[in-house]
């Protein structure tokens, strides 16, 4: 295939695609045969894999330079008709339904496609296409938004990923500072943040009421696929949690005071875990990638083959720079059957976490390109993230030629970082449930909310004389609240299942490497709780699983003398 930055980018025609759709659509219906509407479908899913590869393109290279015109103008464009055709898609999975054919085409393309045809029919009526497409603009603003800041510090204008350096710093006064800077970034846009905010749940509604549900929490699940749980058994997760992990995050950030010679942790110190600095990899970002080319050539022939097409291919944009959107993903290219990884390196250990979580995803995609229909090209979310954080963990035995003589230190900051994160993570999914129970609450009630949310499960945690984040206004930083409600939970259920590898491979590697990469080939073909039996995996949502999981690495961070850091 052609490297990345020449691949050809063409705007998708609306009226064409829409027609052609329809042809297909109408000759399903009226197919006489499961092989006539097999064949039919094998037509629509090359009409889809075009336009998502279109689409993908024009959103990597809006995300790479926000500042680009041409595709700023594209960007805007996908956001009209994607919703459009999700509609086609919607019609397609009612068809599919109300097959004839039903049997044998679940004996071709398998259950989990019916599966998720029930859950996507009741997303959509062409009734919310408009409010779609307000919800996409209205992303899109925050994705500008926060892409927009320019924080004068200690002589240059930095963006948000730049300063993230600075909030580890080992110098305190420079932490102070720099966080700071970053909250007034914030606060000073407060209001446009909360109007955008209150756009989306209002839009986000009103989706639902049209859609028969009586607020968007149902609809939220149905979106995401969730097919084998519900809230109410995520909220018994969020219990175990609340449980068996908020008093070890508790325990751990006292021990990280005592490492900083600290009376109490305040916010401003959470990101410095060492007096002697964070673990940083070493080298330049090329080196870096080198060194993840050498880990990936001896981890596995698989994992070999993927890296090396990657960087032949030049299917990562990896640096941080000036109109670059912040964070990190990792999407696919469905006509060239590849990913393509995206991050902002800026120094720090997440640059190695790019090249082992969003590769993880990266590898997932890869793995499971045989699949033939796009919905099994990527699990549910929770199952995704599960490929990522694992993938964090196996690649621990390749750590030294990163963190040379930090190793140690990372792999404590690594797995103790692991546990602190999912009080945090249940912290955004319990706020977004009271604000889609709730959609008529004000912005000051839902900063107040969220900080009453945020003190339950970490309560350890002091904004100092930070009145802004004190009113509760720290999920502004958090995108998935804007961009994709209900999403976060997933990467703490994933969190709990890669943990569960963690440990699987400390007994036996190779064992856990081939349930992982069955999990990996098998893609979306199966629900979440399906692909975690598959992978030899407990249940996150029974009773015990957090406790048994937990208890090994909790006695692994406990016989680390973290002093020596």
Same mark, same amino acid.
């Given at each position: 295939?052609?490297?990345?930055?020449?691949?050809?980018?063409?705007?998708?025609?609306?009226?064409?695609?829409?027609?052609?759709?329809?042809?297909?659509?109408?000759?399903?219906?009226?197919?006489?045969?499961?092989?006539?509407?097999?064949?039919?479908?094998?037509?629509? *899913?090359?009409?889809? &894999?075009?336009?998502?590869?279109?689409?993908?393109?024009?959103?990597?290279?809006?995300?790479?330079?926000?500042?680009?015109?041409?595709?700023?103008?594209?960007?805007?464009?996908?956001?009209?008709?994607?919703?459009?055709?999700?509609?086609? =898609?919607?019609?397609?999975?009612?068809?599919?339904?109300?097959?004839?054919?039903?049997?044998?085409?679940?004996?071709?393309?398998?259950?989990?496609?019916?599966?998720?045809?029930?859950?996507?029919?009741?997303?959509?009526?062409?009734?919310? /296409?408009?409010?779609?497409?307000?919800? &996409?603009?209205?992303?899109?603003?925050?994705?500008?938004?926060?892409?927009?800041?320019?924080?004068?510090?200690?002589?240059?204008?930095? &963006?948000?990923?730049?300063?993230?350096? @600075?909030?580890?710093?080992? *110098?305190?006064?420079?932490?102070?500072?720099?966080?700071?800077?970053?909250?007034?970034?914030?606060?000073? =846009?407060?209001?446009?943040?909360?109007?955008?905010?209150?756009?989306?749940?209002?839009?986000?509604?009103?989706?639902?009421?049209?859609?028969?549900?009586?607020?968007?929490?149902?609809?939220?699940?149905?979106?995401?696929?969730?097919?084998?749980?519900?809230?109410?058994?995520?909220?018994?997760?969020?219990?175990?949690?609340?449980?068996?992990?908020?008093?070890?995050?508790?325990?751990?950030?006292?021990?990280?005071?005592?490492?900083?010679?600290?009376?109490?942790?305040?916010? #401003?110190?959470?990101?410095?875990?060492?007096?002697?600095?964070?673990?940083?990899?070493?080298?330049?970002?090329?080196?870096?990638?080198?060194?993840?080319?050498?880990?990936?050539?001896?981890? +596995?022939?698989?994992?070999?083959?993927?890296?090396?097409?990657?960087?032949? &291919?030049?299917? $990562?944009?990896?640096?941080?720079?000036?109109?670059?959107?912040?964070?990190?993903? #990792?999407?696919?290219? =469905?006509?060239?059957?590849?990913?393509?990884?995206?991050?902002?390196?800026?120094?720090?250990?997440?640059?190695?976490?790019?090249?082992?979580?969003?590769?993880?995803?990266?590898?997932?995609?890869?793995? +499971? +390109?045989? @699949?033939?229909?796009?919905?099994?090209?990527?699990?549910?979310?929770?199952?995704?993230?599960?490929?990522?954080?694992?993938?964090?963990?196996?690649?621990?035995?390749?750590?030294?030629?990163?963190?040379?003589?930090?190793?140690?230190?990372?792999?404590?900051?690594?797995?103790?970082?692991?546990?602190?994160?999912?009080?945090?993570?249940?912290?955004?999914?319990? @706020?977004?449930?009271?604000?889609?129970?709730?959609?008529?609450?004000?912005?000051?009630?839902?900063?107040?909310?969220?900080?009453?949310?945020?003190?339950?499960?970490?309560?350890?945690?002091?904004?100092?004389?930070?009145?802004?984040?004190?009113?509760?206004?720290?999920?502004?930083?958090? $995108?998935?609240?804007?961009?994709?409600?209900?999403?976060? /939970?997933?990467?703490?259920?994933?969190?709990? #299942?890669? $943990?569960?590898?963690?440990?699987?491979?400390?007994?036996?590697?190779?064992?856990?490497?081939?349930?992982?990469?069955?999990?990996?080939?098998?893609?979306?073909?199966?629900? @979440?709780?399906?692909?975690?039996?598959?992978?030899?995996?407990?249940?996150?949502?029974?009773?015990?699983?957090?406790?048994?999981?937990?208890?090994?690495?909790?006695?692994?961070?406990?016989?680390?003398?973290?002093?020596?850091?």
């Amino acid at each position: 295939m052609p490297k990345f930055n020449e691949l050809l980018y063409e705007r998708p025609n609306l009226e064409q695609l829409e027609s052609n759709i329809d042809q297909l659509l109408n000759a399903f219906k009226n197919a006489s045969s499961a092989t006539a509407q097999n064949d039919i479908m094998t037509q629509f *899913n090359a009409l889809r &894999n075009n336009f998502m590869t279109m689409a993908v393109l024009c959103n990597v290279r809006y995300t790479i330079n926000t500042l680009d015109e041409f595709y700023d103008k594209e960007n805007e464009y996908m956001d009209e008709i994607t919703p459009i055709l999700d509609g086609k =898609n919607s019609a397609f999975y009612q068809l599919l339904l109300d097959s004839p054919f039903r049997a044998e085409l679940e004996a071709k393309w398998g259950k989990q496609l019916f599966n998720i045809a029930e859950l996507q029919s009741k997303t959509f009526k062409p009734e919310i /296409i408009e409010d779609m497409q307000q919800e &996409n603009k209205l992303i899109s603003q925050y994705t500008k938004l926060t892409a927009s800041a320019k924080i004068q510090f200690e002589g240059e204008e930095r &963006n948000m990923s730049q300063m993230t350096p @600075f909030l580890q710093s080992k *110098n305190r006064d420079t932490r102070l500072a720099a966080q700071k800077l970053v909250s007034e970034f914030y606060a000073s =846009n407060e209001s446009a943040f909360d109007d955008i905010y209150d756009q989306l749940v209002k839009v986000r509604h009103g989706m639902a009421q049209k859609l028969g549900y009586d607020n968007y929490v149902a609809l939220g699940y149905a979106k995401l696929t969730r097919s084998d749980y519900d809230h109410k058994m995520v909220a018994n997760y969020r219990k175990q949690v609340y449980e068996n992990l908020v008093p070890l995050s508790t325990k751990l950030r006292k021990r990280q005071a005592k490492r900083l010679g600290l009376d109490a942790l305040s916010f #401003c110190d959470e990101k410095l875990e060492f007096l002697s600095g964070n673990a940083k990899p070493k080298g330049t970002p090329e080196e870096i990638v080198e060194s993840g080319r050498q880990m990936y050539k001896e981890m +596995s022939a698989e994992t070999h083959a993927f890296f090396e097409m990657m960087v032949e &291919n030049e299917l $990562m944009d990896l640096v941080s720079k000036k109109g670059k959107a912040g964070g990190g993903y #990792c999407t696919y290219l =469905n006509d060239y059957k590849v990913p393509f990884i995206f991050s902002n390196f800026n120094g720090t250990s997440g640059d190695v976490d790019v090249l082992t979580h969003e590769a993880g995803h990266a590898f997932q995609v890869y793995s +499971s +390109s045989h @699949f033939e229909i796009p919905e099994y090209l990527w699990p549910t979310m929770e199952s995704a993230e599960i490929h990522s954080m694992s993938m964090e963990f196996f690649a621990w035995p390749w750590m030294e030629s990163f963190f040379k003589e930090e190793t140690d230190k990372y792999k404590f900051s690594h797995l103790s970082s692991a546990l602190l994160f999912i009080p945090y993570g249940v912290t955004v999914d319990e @706020f977004q449930h009271y604000v889609y129970e709730n959609p008529t609450a004000t912005p000051t009630e839902r900063k107040t909310k969220w900080r009453e949310i945020e003190q339950k499960y970490l309560p350890h945690r002091d904004y100092a004389d930070d009145d802004f984040l004190n009113r509760g206004g720290f999920w502004f930083r958090q $995108m998935h609240i804007f961009q994709m409600p209900f999403y976060y /939970i997933d990467y703490t259920l994933a969190q709990v #299942c890669a $943990m569960e590898f963690w440990s699987k491979a400390r007994t036996n590697r190779e064992a856990a490497w081939q349930d992982y990469l069955r999990l990996c080939q098998a893609g979306g073909s199966r629900s @979440f709780l399906g692909l975690v039996e598959l992978a030899g995996l407990r249940n996150p949502f029974e009773d015990g699983t957090i406790k048994h999981i937990v208890e090994p690495i909790a006695e692994w961070i406990d016989s680390i003398d973290d002093s020596k850091f």
